[in-house]
Nanobody
Framework: VQLQASGGGLVQPGGSLRLSCAVS????????MGWYRQAPGLQRELVAT???????NYAASVKDRFTISREIANNTVYLQMNSLKPSDTAVYYC???????????????WGQGTLVTVSS
């Protein structure tokens, strides 16, 4: 299962970016999708997640600035990032809880990461 993430780039403090991530193949089922990030020298941390029924969870550091959404029909998750700060600089990874076929169990799959740099 491949997750294709896009939308990263260089943005000035206070700016906005929108990340997207799609599951690239046909699958049996998909559960929670979300975003993590990893800044240089730090551990990967949760940014936001969304369940199939729309329940969301945000890191305290991004709440009220970032919004996660998803298109269930297209197995796509988005992260709208507003009021970006230099401390948001990191590689952002999407993930999805996926059941590939009816015979498989549920497993987490990760995208390749997209770099977000917030700098003036």
């Amino acid at each position: 299962v491949q997750l294709q993430a896009s939308g990263g780039g260089l943005v000035q403090p206070g700016g906005s970016l929108r990340l997207s991530c799609a599951v690239s193949i046909k699958i049996f089922g998909i559960g929670t999708m979300g975003w993590y990030r990893q800044a240089p020298g730090l551990q990967r941390e949760l940014v936001a997640t969304m369940t199939t029924i729309g329940n969301t969870n945000y890191a305290a550091s991004v709440k009220d600035r970032f919004t996660i959404s998803r298109e269930i029909a297209n197995n796509t998750v988005y992260l709208q990032m507003n009021s970006l700060k230099p401390s948001d600089t990191a590689v952002y990874y999407c993930y999805a809880d996926v059941r590939r076929t009816v015979a498989d169990g549920w497993n987490d799959y990760w995208g390749q990461g997209t770099l977000v740099t917030v700098s003036s």
